[in-house]
Protein backbone atom coordinates (compact mmCIF):
# COMPACT_ATOMS: atom_id res chain seq x y z
CA UNK A 1 0.00 0.00 0.00
CA UNK A 2 1.48 3.67 -0.86
CA UNK A 3 1.71 5.79 2.26
CA UNK A 4 2.93 9.59 1.62
CA UNK A 5 4.11 11.29 4.49
CA UNK A 6 5.07 15.10 4.11
CA UNK A 7 7.22 17.37 6.17
CA UNK A 8 9.39 20.98 6.03
CA UNK A 9 6.74 22.93 6.78
CA UNK A 10 6.53 26.19 8.75
CA UNK A 11 6.81 29.52 9.01
CA UNK A 12 9.02 31.90 6.63
CA UNK A 13 9.64 35.40 6.11
CA UNK A 14 8.08 36.80 2.52
CA UNK A 15 11.26 36.40 0.42
CA UNK A 16 12.69 33.35 2.31
CA UNK A 17 13.04 29.72 1.35
CA UNK A 18 11.46 26.03 2.68
CA UNK A 19 12.00 23.16 1.51
CA UNK A 20 9.34 20.54 1.68
CA UNK A 21 10.09 16.67 1.33
CA UNK A 22 7.77 13.82 0.76
CA UNK A 23 8.18 10.44 1.90
CA UNK A 24 6.79 7.66 -0.55
CA UNK A 25 6.33 4.20 1.23
CA UNK A 26 6.71 1.52 -1.23
CA UNK A 27 8.87 0.19 -3.01
CA UNK A 28 7.84 0.91 -6.79
CA UNK A 29 8.53 4.77 -5.85
CA UNK A 30 10.34 4.84 -9.33
CA UNK A 31 7.31 4.15 -11.34
CA UNK A 32 5.47 6.93 -10.43
CA UNK A 33 4.99 10.32 -11.45
CA UNK A 34 5.23 12.74 -8.25
CA UNK A 35 3.54 15.89 -7.65
CA UNK A 36 2.96 18.44 -4.95
CA UNK A 37 -0.12 20.18 -4.76
CA UNK A 38 -1.37 23.52 -2.30
CA UNK A 39 -5.00 24.23 -0.75
CA UNK A 40 -5.26 27.97 1.01
CA UNK A 41 -8.10 28.33 3.25
CA UNK A 42 -11.25 29.12 1.18
CA UNK A 43 -9.79 28.19 -1.75
CA UNK A 44 -9.79 24.61 -4.30
CA UNK A 45 -6.91 22.52 -4.10
CA UNK A 46 -4.65 23.77 -6.87
CA UNK A 47 -1.49 22.20 -8.80
CA UNK A 48 1.69 23.16 -7.91
CA UNK A 49 4.42 20.90 -9.94
CA UNK A 50 5.42 17.64 -10.93
CA UNK A 51 7.98 15.28 -12.10
CA UNK A 52 8.18 12.01 -14.07
CA UNK A 53 9.25 8.66 -12.72
CA UNK A 54 12.80 9.35 -14.05
CA UNK A 55 13.24 13.01 -13.76
CA UNK A 56 13.01 13.99 -16.92
CA UNK A 57 10.65 16.22 -17.15
CA UNK A 58 8.64 18.62 -14.75
CA UNK A 59 5.73 20.59 -15.12
CA UNK A 60 4.97 23.86 -13.12
CA UNK A 61 2.04 26.18 -12.19
CA UNK A 62 2.79 29.72 -14.13
CA UNK A 63 2.69 31.54 -10.54
CA UNK A 64 5.26 29.45 -8.89
CA UNK A 65 8.08 28.96 -12.17
CA UNK A 66 11.12 30.15 -11.90
CA UNK A 67 10.66 30.18 -7.81
CA UNK A 68 9.97 26.70 -7.18
CA UNK A 69 11.67 23.07 -7.96
CA UNK A 70 10.57 19.69 -7.82
CA UNK A 71 12.98 16.98 -7.44
CA UNK A 72 13.18 13.46 -6.54
CA UNK A 73 15.69 10.90 -5.03
CA UNK A 74 14.49 7.14 -6.24
CA UNK A 75 17.15 5.67 -4.29
CA UNK A 76 15.35 7.43 -1.16
CA UNK A 77 11.94 7.13 -2.10
CA UNK A 78 11.81 10.98 -1.55
CA UNK A 79 10.28 14.21 -3.13
CA UNK A 80 11.10 17.29 -2.63
CA UNK A 81 9.85 20.93 -3.29
CA UNK A 82 12.25 23.67 -2.51
CA UNK A 83 11.15 26.88 -2.46
CA UNK A 84 12.50 30.24 -3.21
CA UNK A 85 11.73 33.92 -2.84
CA UNK A 86 8.37 33.08 -1.02
CA UNK A 87 5.56 34.83 -1.02
CA UNK A 88 2.07 35.46 1.07
CA UNK A 89 0.06 34.10 -1.55
CA UNK A 90 2.38 30.66 -1.22
CA UNK A 91 0.73 30.35 2.33
CA UNK A 92 -0.78 26.93 1.78
CA UNK A 93 -1.35 23.31 3.24
CA UNK A 94 0.90 21.25 0.48
CA UNK A 95 0.03 17.77 -0.36
CA UNK A 96 2.15 15.76 -1.96
CA UNK A 97 0.58 13.06 -4.79
CA UNK A 98 1.42 10.05 -6.91
CA UNK A 99 0.41 8.18 -9.46
CA UNK A 100 1.55 5.46 -11.74
CA UNK A 101 0.04 6.55 -15.10
CA UNK A 102 -0.08 10.65 -14.46
CA UNK A 103 2.38 11.44 -16.90
CA UNK A 104 2.44 15.26 -15.66
CA UNK A 105 -0.52 15.78 -14.91
CA UNK A 106 -2.15 19.35 -13.67
CA UNK A 107 -5.47 17.87 -12.24
CA UNK A 108 -6.14 16.70 -9.09
CA UNK A 109 -8.09 13.94 -10.76
CA UNK A 110 -5.09 12.55 -11.90
CA UNK A 111 -3.28 11.51 -9.13
CA UNK A 112 -4.31 8.44 -7.30
CA UNK A 113 -2.59 8.33 -3.77
CA UNK A 114 -2.17 11.66 -1.58
CA UNK A 115 0.01 12.76 1.84
CA UNK A 116 -1.86 14.73 4.80
CA UNK A 117 -0.37 17.68 3.81
CA UNK A 118 2.05 20.25 5.19
CA UNK A 119 1.33 23.82 6.42
CA UNK A 120 3.26 26.54 5.02
CA UNK A 121 2.61 30.05 6.40
CA UNK A 122 4.19 33.29 4.85
CA UNK A 123 4.80 35.97 7.16
CA UNK A 124 5.06 39.51 5.01
Known amino acids: QVQLVESGGGLAQAGGSLRLSCQFS????????MAWFRQAPGKEREFVAAVTWDSRATAYADSVKGRFTISRDNAKNMVYLQMNSLKSEDAALYYC?????????????????WGQGTQVTVSS
Open 26 to 33: ARTFSRYT
Open 97 to 113: AADVNSGLGKKLESYEY
